[in-house]
T-cell receptor
């Protein structure tokens, strides 16, 4: 299994829709996980940290399933401004780096 | 909100030339990183740095690359003899805790390196 894998999408959804992304990881010892957002040609920006079973922040919910080694991100009531690439990020094997997934493209249309 | 600052924002260099990319991490952060992203590809780890030494480096980070924290505030990435395939966006990042525990890494806005 790759260190981190994501469905590249794109996910094309209408405004107001609920959309979910999944991500699988290989390092079973990982403790903290992250979802980052990246706009075109910009730096990744932290969206959410996930270090227990899950985390919720407004319209965004992240969940962690350690047994199956996957992390999910749920976006409710999608806005046009949510259009971006969502990066699943997990710790590397020796704890000295974070490893980025290839990203899932979300396009929210009016 | 504290920021990671990178300069220059864009650098064009001739193949074979040396380049130095500069970063000022967040002042109380202890762990420093360089990543790169080739256009249309994923964010790739280059090197991590803690306590004035490299903690881990990737296969990309070969003898042409080096990092330095010369004065306690700047963190630099040097590419000795650039190749066309070094063209990418280079991101500097810093974190307070190892593994970016709880707070992740904070990234700078990047330096776009174009090798011609």
């Amino acid at each position: 299994r790759k260190e981190v894998e994501q469905d590249p999408g794109p996910f094309n959804v209408p405004e107001g829709a609920t959309v979910a992304f999944n991500c699988t990881y290989s390092n079973s010892a990982s403790q903290s996980f992250f979802w980052y957002r990246q706009d075109c040609r910009k730096e990744p920006k932290l969206l959410m940290s996930v270090y227990s079973s899950g985390n919720e922040d407004g319209r965004f919910t992240a969940q962690l399933n350690r047994a199956s080694q996957y992390i999910s991100l749920l976006i409710r009531d999608s806005k046009l401004s949510d259009s971006a690439t969502y990066l699943c990020v997990v710790p590397g094997e020796y704890g000295n780096k974070l490893v980025f997934g290839a990203g899932t493209i979300l396009r929210v249309k009016s | 909100e504290p920021e990671v600052t990178q300069t220059p924002s864009h650098q064009v260099t001739q193949m074979g030339q040396e380049v130095i990319l500069r970063c000022v991490p967040i002042s109380n952060h202890l762990y420093f990183y360089w990543y790169r992203q080739i256009l249309g590809q994923k964010v790739e780890f280059l090197v991590s740095f803690y306590n004035n030494e490299i903690s881990e480096k990737s296969e990309i980070f070969d003898d042409q690359f080096s990092v330095e924290r010369p004065d306690g505030s700047n963190f630099t990435l040097k590419i000795r003899s650039t190749k066309l395939e070094d063209s990418a966006m280079y991101f500097c990042a810093s974190s307070l805790y190892r593994q970016g525990l709880r707070y992740g890494y904070t990234f700078g806005s990047g330096t776009r390196l174009t090798v011609v």
